[in-house]
């Protein structure tokens, strides 16, 4: 047991001194301090292990205790924080106004309950960082229920909320690709029967005269409202490339100038003579084109100059992770304010941006893009000097011009093709282009006609050679369906795929679902010539 003693020396009767020694026995005492020296060390581990941030104050609104998860949020030690206000340690201002926010402690003092803070407050650290907290507060009680302090309790929430932002960013990017999926399949149905009409027209007359040019520049807008279309699709949703080969120097000037017209900025190309020709979706690499241009106007608020440069690049010369063969590099430098250095790694990064009205998509989606194509693309930047985007496009050596990819003659002439497609005005202008090429042309609105029209045909002299066929027909049979169907009934029969969804995989991937080739919507008369030479060569 435990004693309390205590000697005293004392006269006694006879007026000897005597000692005195009285012994208290305080084992109960000692065990309630032990117990209570328990209490606070398992307090105090608690304390340090909980996850979250926890502060209290006394009722002068000064900090008591600073728990380690706290310490590292604030940048305040126990030690440093100790005797502070509360307001020093756990400084809050308002993320809108960057206003210091009400003092916690004393609005739970004013309400004595348990409180929700405010939710649009950061919390600023020692150093200057800011955090958003998702954080509550709470009055301590004595044994009369009387308030002797407070207590905070918060946590990190920066993350948090930067997912939840790029997951409403990702909601309403799947929406605007249901959107742009409806908008693309309307409005590429009209450019099909306005530029198959102004393509079908200009197969009339002569270049020379005045109408044709004129008729030209109608067909080079519609391209452009079509490509616009493709862009809005590509963004909202992605997809494979529908490829084919493409002279550079055309492609890349025409989505430069495109981008620059009116403004400040002007554009300097340097193309090399021997250019190889590249395979790739134009209207997918025009984005790329138009943003990397976009970003360069953007930089050079002022003016300038955007250097655009072109050349071929063979192995040894090829930047690590390309697989060797032929590319071409395409260079595009402005004279803007360049990218600061601690941002350069993160300029790919979907939603990361610099500009306070960007989406931070534009370069995310120019990555993603030229990685389909089998490219690379890369950035370095100087500050007060510019920044380059140099991008790599696999190539086609011995392949000099578009002009020496076969786009005719048709090798079928008077053969028989069936249109599949669920708007008339499509259907009477692949008709017109048809017949101008010498086929005879059938009509039907949707699959289940077309696979009629291909059984009774099949095995008398009307048999029909080919189908072309709308992926998409509202209500009825599309085409991944009616193909199936009408090459069990003729498995000879060529069959190509039409659609406006740009971004499909079955057309990048015609062959795999049964289709000879594909056609993206809408489509001139030199790509209808070109596809059916090559599928009936």
Excluded at 52 to 72: F, P, Q, S, Y
Excluded at 361 to 377: D, F, M, N, Q
Excluded at 423 to 430: G, P, S, T, W, Y
Aim: hydrophobic share 40%; glycine share 10%.
């Amino acid at each position: 047991e435990w004693y309390e003693c205590r000697d005293q020396a004392i006269r006694w009767t006879d007026g000897h001194l005597v000692r005195m020694e009285i012994a208290t026995n305080i084992s109960a005492r000692k065990q309630w301090q032990s117990d209570l020296l328990q209490e606070k060390e398992r307090l105090a581990v608690t304390l340090r292990s909980i996850g979250d941030g926890v502060i209290t104050a006394d009722i002068d609104g000064r900090v008591v205790l600073v728990n380690r998860v706290a310490e590292g949020l604030t940048g305040w030690s126990q030690a440093e924080a100790a005797g502070q206000p509360v307001s020093a340690v756990f400084n809050l201002v308002n993320k809108v106004t960057q206003e210091p926010s009400v003092d916690p402690v004393q609005s739970i003092y004013a309400c004595g309950e348990i409180l929700s803070l405010e939710s649009d407050v950061e919390l600023v650290a020692r150093d200057g960082t800011r955090r958003a907290i998702a954080d509550s507060g709470a009055p301590i009680r004595d044994q009369n229920s009387k308030i002797i302090g407070a207590v905070l309790v918060f946590r990190d929430v920066t993350d948090e909320l930067k997912q939840e932002e790029e997951l409403q960013k990702a909601r309403k990017l799947e929406a605007v690709g249901v959107l742009a999926g409806g908008i693309a399949h309307d409005f590429n149905n009209l450019l099909a029967a306005i530029l198959g009409n102004l393509s079908l027209a200009q197969s009339y007359m002569h270049p020379e005269d005045k109408p044709f040019d004129l008729l030209q520049q109608a067909e080079k807008a519609s391209l452009r409202a079509t490509s616009l279309t493709r862009q809005l699709l590509t963004f909202a949703k992605g997809g494979a490339p529908v490829k084919k080969v493409a002279a550079v120097e055309p492609l890349i000037r025409d989505s430069a100038d495109f981008v620059l017209s009116g403004s400040n900025v002007s554009c300097s190309y340097e193309f090399s003579d021997d250019l190889f020709m590249v395979d790739v979706d134009a209207g997918q690499i025009g984005q790329v084109v138009q943003n990397l241009i976009i970003n360069a106007k953007q930089a050079m608020a002022q003016g300038g100059v955007v250097h655009v440069c072109c050349v071929n690049v063979l192995p040894p010369d090829l930047p690590h992770g390309l697989a060797d063969g032929p590319y071409v590099k395409i260079s595009v430098r402005d004279e803007g304010e360049g990218i600061p250095p601690g941002v350069m790694g993160s300029v790919f990064d979907p939603y990361f941006t610099t500009k306070a009205d960007g989406s931070g998509l534009g370069l995310a989606v120019c990555h993603s893009i030229i990685k389909k194509h089998g490219g690379t693309i890369q950035v370095s930047s100087t500050p007060s000097v510019g920044t380059e985007f140099t991008f790599y496009l696999p190539g086609i050596a011995g392949v000099e011009s578009a002009a020496a990819i076969p786009v005719g003659p048709v090798s079928l002439q008077g053969g028989r093709i069936l249109v599949m497609d669920d708007e008339e005005i499509v259907r009477k202008v692949a008709v017109g282009m048809l017949e101008f090429l010498g086929y005879q042309a059938l009509e039907a609105k949707n699959g289940e006609q077309a696979v009629d029209l291909v059984q009774q045909c099949y095995g008398t002299s009307l048999a029909i050679d080919g189908v072309i066929m709308d992926l998409t027909i509202p209500g009825g049979m599309g085409g991944e369906e009616a193909v199936t169907q009408v090459r069990e009934i003729d498995p000879e029969i060529k069959v190509v795929v039409a659609s406006g969804y740009s971004n499909d995989p079955i057309l990048a991937h015609c062959q795999e679902y049964g289709f000879a080739a594909s056609l993206v919507k809408p489509y001139s008369i030199d790509e209808l010539a070109g596809v059916l030479a090559k599928i009936f060569s």
